[in-house]
Nanobody, 119 residues
Framework: QVQLVESGGGLVQAGGSLRLSCAAS????????MGWYRQAPGKQRELVAA???????DYVDSVKGRFTISRDNALNTVYLQMNSLKPEDTGAYFC?????????????WGQGTQVTVSS
């Protein structure tokens, strides 16, 4: 089994910053793609940012230039630095990791951390 533990969410004013962290532990040989998703009330979960094991990144257009995803492969941890936050960034943020174990890949999700941006 693998656990993903997120931290770093909270309440911030528009224009502020937050840094999310997600640490994976358990039966892990390696981790391929990792990502951050968010879900606002009444909306579908959407991919915000993703990063490959080699460090290639991708972002949804609405966060480009404001958010930065990074990872530490030695610590099995992914980060999301969020700057210039806007009220529309409000939602529950979930991390996702594609974990390699005994030659197979398994997707895992964190429990979510709430980000609230006030105007």
């Amino acid at each position: 089994q693998v656990q993903l533990v997120e931290s770093g969410g909270g309440l911030v004013q528009a224009g502020g910053s937050l840094r999310l962290s997600c640490a994976a532990s358990g039966n892990i040989f390696s981790i391929n793609d990792m990502g951050w998703y968010r879900q606002a009330p009444g909306k579908q979960r959407e991919l915000v940012a993703a990063i490959t094991r080699g460090g290639s990144t991708d972002y949804v257009d609405s966060v480009k230039g404001r958010f930065t995803i990074s990872r530490d492969n030695a610590l099995n941890t992914v980060y999301l630095q969020m700057n210039s936050l806007k009220p529309e960034d409000t939602g529950a943020y979930f991390c996702n990791a594609n974990v390699i174990w005994v030659g197979r890949e398994y997707p895992y999700w964190g429990q979510g951390t709430q980000v609230t941006v006030s105007s």
